[in-house]
Structure formats: structure tokens, C-alpha cells
């Protein structure tokens, strides 16, 4: 079950065990000496060393977030299919991608006129994309699709500004339905 561990030299034993010892006999059995090295090498060389026992001097613990009116600070939002550098290289997922979308509350959606499915530009019209509202997303915040097609230019916990994007051509069209009970 555990593998044969014999002639191998020390630096590639995974563990020290022996069949009939129990574990600190066992290490025993491996070392040229008591206490010593194992035969056929050491494990490795030592990366930390020792400290002295005094406390490294720990960086200042930023200010707490506050929302800033008019700003909002953008936030990489991860998706399964395409956030990461490989898989929207691979033909079958590649269908799955979306184009990338900024996420705010319905308090910012309200604040910048817009609604879900309509365009917002990010910082004088850099760059533009599709609105989704979550209410999930914290006050001040704005959670971008990262890695998907035209957030390439975003850079995370900046602050930015956004406004309604008076020409943005919506992806699906929005409908309007009613179940008004007219009857014909």
C-alpha cells in the first residue's frame, strides 16, 4: 500500500518507514548514524533560517473602503469559462464566453440612469461595456468581468468614473410583456 522504499537515495524519500518498525525507529533505520543524515544524502537544503526572535515590523493596515460619490472602485469579478489566461483558447469553452459586462447595485444603476443590459463608459469613454445589476455588489464598487473581451484595459481597486453610454447598441433586445388579460 505505502510502496517500496529501499535504494533510493535520501533526497527522494516521500517518508521514512519500514516494515515492523513504527515511525521514530524507522527514521533511525535510515540514517547513516543516529541523528546523523540519511544515507544517500540530505533531504534538501534549508530555505528559512532561525530567527532571532524578535517580530518583523508589519506593514500599516490600510484605511477601511469608504465610497466616494461620483467614483467607483473597480473590482476583478472571476468567471468559470474565460476568466483565465488558457481557457477561452480551447474551441468548445470559447463558445461558452461572454463579452465582458461591469456589475453595480440597483442603487448605482439608478444613480447612473442605466438599467440591466444597457452601456456604461468607464472613465470618459476608454472603455465601454454592458450593464448587469447585482445587488451582491457593495456600495461604491463596480465588479468587472476579468479577463473577458474589453476590460483588458481595467486595472483592479482603481477608482473610476462612470456614466451612461448614450450609444451602446443592446446585445438582445429588451422586451416588454404583459399579461394585461385583454381579450380579443
Known sequence: MEGLNRAQPGALLPYVWAPGWNSNQSLHKFQAEVGGHLQG????ARLLQAGNGVAPELPAIPMAFQPEPGHWQLVPVQRIFGSDELSAL???IADLVEPGYLEINSQAA???GVKEGDGVEVDDSRTTLEVRVNDTVAAGCAGYSAGLAGTQDLVPMTRVS???ARDW???TPELIGTDGGGHD
Open 162 to 164: 462612470l456614466r451612461c
Open 110 to 112: 439608478s444613480e447612473l
Open 41 to 44: 544524502g540530505t533531504a534538501g
Open 90 to 92: 480551447s474551441p468548445g
Open 169 to 171: 447598441q443592446r446585445r
